[in-house]
C-alpha cells in the first residue's frame, strides 16, 4: 500500500510571498465581497502556496516577483538605505527625548526624596505658666529682694 504524504513545509519564499499579498488583499476588501467563495479561493490559494509538493511559491515568485525584482533591484536598494537612515535619525531622536524626561523624572524624584527627609525645624512653643508657678517665681523675688 502506497501512501501519499502532504509535506507542509514553509519556504522562506512563502513567509515573504504569503503576507504581501495578504497585505494587497487588506485594501480591496469591498470587492470581496461581491465574489462568491472568495475567501475559500483564497484559503485554497494559500495551501497551494505552503505546500512544498506543489512548490506553488516557487513558481508565482518566478513568474510574477522575480521579474518585477530584478528590473528595479537598484531602486529598491537604494530606498531601504534611505529607510534605514531615516529610521535610524527617528530612533536617535526618540531615544534623546526618552533619555531627556528620564533625567527629568529622576531629578524630580530626588527632591521629592530629599523634601521627605529632611526634618523641618519645628517652631518653638512657649511654655504655659500656670498661676501656682507664677506666684512661686514672685515669691522667688521677694525673697531676692530683702
Known sequence: MHRT??????????????????????FDS????????????????FIYLWLQN??????VYASFFKPYVSKHENEIDRNLVELKTKAGGMAMIYLQKAINHGHTRFFEILQYISEQSTPK???????????AEVDD??????????
Open 5 to 26: 504524504k502532504l509535506i507542509f513545509h514553509v519556504s522562506p519564499l512563502s513567509n515573504v510571498l504569503v503576507p504581501i499579498l495578504d497585505s494587497c488583499c487588506c
Open 137 to 146: 517665681s514672685n515669691l522667688k523675688g521677694d525673697a531676692k529682694q530683702s
Open 121 to 131: 525645624p519645628q517652631p518653638k512653643e512657649k511654655k504655659q505658666t500656670t498661676t
Open 30 to 45: 469591498f470587492r470581496k465581497s461581491w465574489l462568491p467563495m472568495y475567501s475559500e479561493a483564497k484559503l485554497a490559494f
Open 54 to 59: 506543489t512548490k506553488g511559491t516557487t513558481y
